[in-house]
Nanobody, 127 residues
Framework: QVQLVESGGGLVQPGGSLRLSCAAS????????TGWYRQAPGKQREGVAC????????SYADSVKGRFTVFQDNSNSKVFLQMNNLNPEDQADYYC????????????????????WGQGTQVTVSS
């Protein structure tokens, strides 16, 4: 059973940083790609970042380029999202989601949607 568990959310001031973690289990980590998504109240779900586990290829939404970094720890089957210079527009529930190519891969991630999702972690940006 594929399981994804997010953690690391919380309250941070504007301009601050936060690191989210996605712990994966129940599948071959090296063969998958993981995307980070977020959704704020009243807004549509937005893809934030994607990483291919096998080769480390990454892709980002324009709204977070230069501020967010997705990286992985393959030995421990974890994917992280480092968020820097946070602003109130980043406030949302953040989810990690994963699937295996050809169903999901980062070179085409804006046109695809993974089939496995975590429970989400809340990020609040406020002074």
């Amino acid at each position: 059973q594929v399981q994804l568990v997010e953690s690391g959310g919380g309250l941070v001031q504007p301009g601050g940083s936060l690191r989210l973690s996605c712990a994966a289990s129940g599948f071959n980590f090296d063969h998958y790609a993981t995307g980070w998504y977020r959704q704020a109240p009243g807004k549509q779900r937005e893809g934030v970042a994607c990483i291919n586990h096998g080769d480390g290829f990454t892709s980002y939404a324009d709204s977070v380029k230069g501020r967010f970094t997705v990286f992985q720890d393959n030995s421990n089957s974890k994917v992280f999202l480092q968020m820097n210079n946070l602003n109130p527009e980043d406030q949302a529930d953040y989810y990690c989601s994963a699937d295996i190519p050809p169903y999901y891969y980062c070179s085409q991630w804006k046109h695809l949607l993974p089939g496995n999702w975590g429970q989400g972690t809340q990020v609040t940006v406020s002074s």
